[in-house]
């Protein structure tokens, strides 16, 4: 499941994960981004990943989709933030993948410094 999250930042598309991704959770999550791109050109994403105990293939398809088509273009960076070590290693590979995006991971426990990472891509004045 994805639940949004506002962290306070216009152009940030906040969540948290937990237990079995869906199509439909990628869908709403794509959806706002789109949105949030069309509005500020620039977006960032802000993950918590507390637990993961799966992801549909037809989730992941419609994730890469996305991000092949207009999505690596507008996202400017990401924090991700998890305890598991095994995801924390994807998140340093996708860093050396996708070289136009700063992608770091977090401890659980460093939101506030993930939120400070996020706001120097921030918009300049309010929207």
Known sequence: MIKAIDIGIPNALGFSI??????????????????????????TIYEEVESFQGLEISALTKKFKYLLDVGVSNISAAAILTDKKWLQKIVRLEDKIFRNIDIRCFSLEQREEAIHFLEQYAPNGSD
């Open 18 to 43: 937990s237990g079995e991704i869906t199509e439909s959770d990628v869908s709403e999550a794509l959806i706002k981004a789109k949105s949030l791109g069309e509005h500020f050109g620039n977006i």
